[in-house]
Protein backbone atom coordinates (compact mmCIF):
# COMPACT_ATOMS: atom_id res chain seq x y z
CA UNK A 1 0.00 0.00 0.00
CA UNK A 2 1.39 3.38 -1.31
CA UNK A 3 1.60 5.91 1.54
CA UNK A 4 0.05 9.27 0.93
CA UNK A 5 2.46 12.17 3.03
CA UNK A 6 1.76 16.06 2.34
CA UNK A 7 3.97 18.27 3.87
CA UNK A 8 1.30 20.94 4.04
CA UNK A 9 -0.55 22.74 6.59
CA UNK A 10 -4.20 24.89 6.88
CA UNK A 11 -4.15 27.12 9.36
CA UNK A 12 -7.84 28.73 10.14
CA UNK A 13 -9.74 30.83 11.84
CA UNK A 14 -13.05 32.02 12.98
CA UNK A 15 -12.54 35.61 12.01
CA UNK A 16 -10.38 38.74 10.46
CA UNK A 17 -9.80 39.66 14.36
CA UNK A 18 -8.42 36.28 14.86
CA UNK A 19 -5.32 37.21 12.46
CA UNK A 20 -3.30 39.23 15.03
CA UNK A 21 -2.70 36.33 16.78
CA UNK A 22 -2.38 33.66 14.29
CA UNK A 23 -0.14 35.57 12.65
CA UNK A 24 2.26 34.47 14.77
CA UNK A 25 2.17 30.97 13.70
CA UNK A 26 2.41 32.32 10.18
CA UNK A 27 5.99 33.99 10.84
CA UNK A 28 6.93 30.76 12.48
CA UNK A 29 5.69 28.05 9.27
CA UNK A 30 7.85 30.29 7.30
CA UNK A 31 11.07 30.79 9.44
CA UNK A 32 10.80 26.60 9.31
CA UNK A 33 10.55 26.97 5.01
CA UNK A 34 7.15 25.27 5.75
CA UNK A 35 4.23 25.18 3.24
CA UNK A 36 0.81 26.45 4.43
CA UNK A 37 -2.71 27.98 3.52
CA UNK A 38 -4.55 30.22 5.79
CA UNK A 39 -8.20 30.82 5.54
CA UNK A 40 -11.21 32.37 7.37
CA UNK A 41 -13.66 29.92 8.18
CA UNK A 42 -16.30 30.62 10.62
CA UNK A 43 -18.40 27.75 12.18
CA UNK A 44 -21.41 29.44 12.75
CA UNK A 45 -20.79 32.49 10.25
CA UNK A 46 -19.82 30.41 7.13
CA UNK A 47 -20.60 26.77 8.29
CA UNK A 48 -20.91 25.35 4.71
CA UNK A 49 -17.12 26.68 4.23
CA UNK A 50 -16.63 24.81 7.00
CA UNK A 51 -17.82 21.81 6.26
CA UNK A 52 -16.67 21.85 2.49
CA UNK A 53 -12.93 22.88 3.89
CA UNK A 54 -13.38 20.06 6.21
CA UNK A 55 -14.15 17.35 3.81
CA UNK A 56 -11.77 17.88 1.58
CA UNK A 57 -8.66 18.57 3.98
CA UNK A 58 -7.25 15.18 3.72
CA UNK A 59 -6.90 15.58 -0.01
CA UNK A 60 -3.87 18.54 0.70
CA UNK A 61 -3.26 18.17 4.76
CA UNK A 62 -0.90 16.50 7.23
CA UNK A 63 -2.26 19.13 10.16
CA UNK A 64 -4.72 21.60 10.52
CA UNK A 65 -4.26 24.54 13.28
CA UNK A 66 -7.65 26.37 13.91
CA UNK A 67 -7.81 29.10 16.09
CA UNK A 68 -11.18 30.18 17.59
CA UNK A 69 -12.58 32.60 20.12
CA UNK A 70 -15.16 33.06 22.05
CA UNK A 71 -17.47 29.75 22.28
CA UNK A 72 -14.56 28.04 20.20
CA UNK A 73 -16.07 25.82 18.18
CA UNK A 74 -14.27 25.84 14.96
CA UNK A 75 -11.93 23.56 15.70
CA UNK A 76 -13.88 20.84 16.91
CA UNK A 77 -16.19 21.01 14.52
CA UNK A 78 -13.35 20.48 11.73
CA UNK A 79 -12.21 17.34 13.90
CA UNK A 80 -15.28 15.83 13.45
CA UNK A 81 -15.19 15.85 9.74
CA UNK A 82 -11.75 14.92 8.95
CA UNK A 83 -9.20 12.27 10.47
CA UNK A 84 -6.40 14.97 10.05
CA UNK A 85 -5.05 15.86 13.47
CA UNK A 86 -6.21 19.10 14.43
CA UNK A 87 -4.66 21.84 16.68
CA UNK A 88 -7.05 24.43 18.40
CA UNK A 89 -5.47 27.80 19.49
CA UNK A 90 -7.58 29.70 22.42
CA UNK A 91 -7.90 33.40 20.99
CA UNK A 92 -7.63 35.50 23.97
CA UNK A 93 -11.53 37.30 23.91
CA UNK A 94 -12.12 40.53 24.91
CA UNK A 95 -14.65 39.63 27.55
CA UNK A 96 -13.17 36.78 29.69
CA UNK A 97 -9.13 37.07 28.61
CA UNK A 98 -9.27 33.58 26.32
CA UNK A 99 -10.56 31.11 29.20
CA UNK A 100 -14.03 31.14 27.44
CA UNK A 101 -11.95 30.03 23.89
CA UNK A 102 -9.49 27.56 26.23
CA UNK A 103 -12.38 25.66 27.92
CA UNK A 104 -14.41 25.31 24.63
CA UNK A 105 -11.47 24.27 22.75
CA UNK A 106 -10.02 21.81 25.56
CA UNK A 107 -13.42 19.94 26.72
CA UNK A 108 -13.77 18.11 23.62
CA UNK A 109 -15.76 15.14 24.51
CA UNK A 110 -14.21 11.22 24.28
CA UNK A 111 -13.97 10.39 20.57
CA UNK A 112 -13.22 13.45 18.39
CA UNK A 113 -9.36 14.58 19.60
CA UNK A 114 -8.46 18.76 19.09
CA UNK A 115 -4.86 19.10 20.66
CA UNK A 116 -5.16 22.54 22.49
CA UNK A 117 -2.53 25.32 23.04
CA UNK A 118 -1.92 28.12 25.51
CA UNK A 119 -3.96 30.68 24.84
CA UNK A 120 -2.90 33.54 22.73
CA UNK A 121 0.44 34.45 20.78
CA UNK A 122 2.07 31.82 22.71
CA UNK A 123 -0.20 29.33 21.59
CA UNK A 124 -0.32 30.25 18.04
CA UNK A 125 3.51 30.01 17.67
CA UNK A 126 3.40 26.60 19.88
CA UNK A 127 0.98 25.08 17.45
CA UNK A 128 3.10 25.95 14.69
CA UNK A 129 6.41 24.32 16.44
CA UNK A 130 3.72 21.17 17.21
CA UNK A 131 3.00 20.75 14.08
CA UNK A 132 6.42 21.17 12.43
CA UNK A 133 7.05 18.23 14.96
CA UNK A 134 4.61 15.85 13.87
CA UNK A 135 5.44 16.55 10.26
CA UNK A 136 9.35 16.12 10.98
CA UNK A 137 8.49 12.26 12.05
CA UNK A 138 8.37 11.70 8.39
CA UNK A 139 10.05 14.60 6.58
CA UNK A 140 14.03 15.03 7.95
CA UNK A 141 14.07 18.20 6.65
CA UNK A 142 11.45 19.82 8.63
CA UNK A 143 13.03 17.99 11.49
CA UNK A 144 15.93 19.56 10.91
CA UNK A 145 14.11 22.91 10.61
CA UNK A 146 12.78 22.42 13.75
CA UNK A 147 16.49 21.53 15.74
CA UNK A 148 18.11 24.58 14.32
CA UNK A 149 14.80 26.91 15.91
CA UNK A 150 15.85 25.41 19.18
CA UNK A 151 19.52 26.01 19.07
CA UNK A 152 18.71 29.49 17.53
CA UNK A 153 16.34 29.93 20.28
CA UNK A 154 18.96 28.60 22.93
CA UNK A 155 21.76 31.31 21.48
CA UNK A 156 19.30 34.01 22.11
CA UNK A 157 19.14 33.62 26.18
CA UNK A 158 21.48 35.59 27.60
CA UNK A 159 23.28 34.20 30.38
CA UNK A 160 22.90 37.70 32.65
CA UNK A 161 19.99 40.07 32.30
C1 LIG B 1 -15.07 33.77 16.90
O1 LIG B 1 -15.61 34.91 17.47
C2 LIG B 1 -13.77 34.19 16.28
O2 LIG B 1 -12.88 33.14 16.31
C3 LIG B 1 -13.32 35.38 17.07
O3 LIG B 1 -12.29 35.07 17.98
C4 LIG B 1 -14.57 35.78 17.84
C5 LIG B 1 -14.97 37.21 17.60
O4 LIG B 1 -15.14 37.43 16.21
P1 LIG B 1 -15.37 38.89 15.63
O5 LIG B 1 -16.64 39.40 16.26
O6 LIG B 1 -14.18 39.72 15.99
O7 LIG B 1 -15.50 38.71 14.14
O8 LIG B 1 -15.89 33.23 15.94
Known amino acids: MKLKMYHKIAIVMGSQSDF ?5 CVKILKSLKISFDVKIVSAHRTPKRLYEFAKESEKSYSVIIAGAGGS ?10 TTVPVI ?13 SLLSI ?3 PR ?6 VAIGEGGAINAALLAASILGISNSKISNQLKQYRIRQTKSVKLKP
Open 106 to 108: VQM
Open 111 to 116: GIPVGT
Open 88 to 100: GVPIESKKLKGLD
Open 20 to 24: STMKD
Open 72 to 81: AHLPGMIASL
